[in-house]
């Protein structure tokens, strides 16, 4: 009975074995999303994010707050990968933290997107954006 229940234990964390994830498929859902804010084409955002985050918060309230933080900080005009992380924590589905030094038509920002593969897609579970 003991060697059972080692076994169906072993077998329950190598079942919880991060995957390794594409960084460059991350990388293409996050500077679409750069690409889409910036040209505030949020129907189109909408298709990048995870049904988590899609059901986090209505559409009209996330779309709002991004119209609202590009009118302040005015169209995108350049972008430019500073860091990338790849994050296996057990028990967590793995995500890539992908962070961009951003420069508008009035300020720069710092923005940073969250990816998950979800449903074969990678797809976005967070956006942070701050002008630090």
Do not use: W
Not at 3 to 25: H, N, P, Q, R
Not at 41 to 70: C, H, M, V, W
């Amino acid at each position: 009975m003991k060697k059972i229940l080692i076994l169906i234990t072993v077998i329950s964390f190598a079942s919880c074995t991060s995957e390794k994830l594409d960084m460059s498929a991350a990388r293409k859902t996050a500077e679409s999303a750069i690409q889409l804010i910036g040209d505030k084409k949020f129907d189109g955002l909408a298709a990048l994010y995870t049904k988590d985050f899609n059901d986090s918060e209505p559409k009209e309230t996330r779309e709002l707050k991004l119209q609202q933080i590009i009118d302040a900080v005015g169209n995108v005009m350049e972008y430019k990968l500073t860091d990338s992380t790849q994050v296996n924590n057990t028990g967590e589905e793995s995500r890539i933290v992908l962070k961009y030094k951003v420069k508008h038509s009035k300020l720069s920002t710092t923005e940073t997107y969250t990816i998950m593969k979800d449903e074969g897609k990678y797809l976005l579970s967070n956006i942070d954006i701050t002008n630090k």
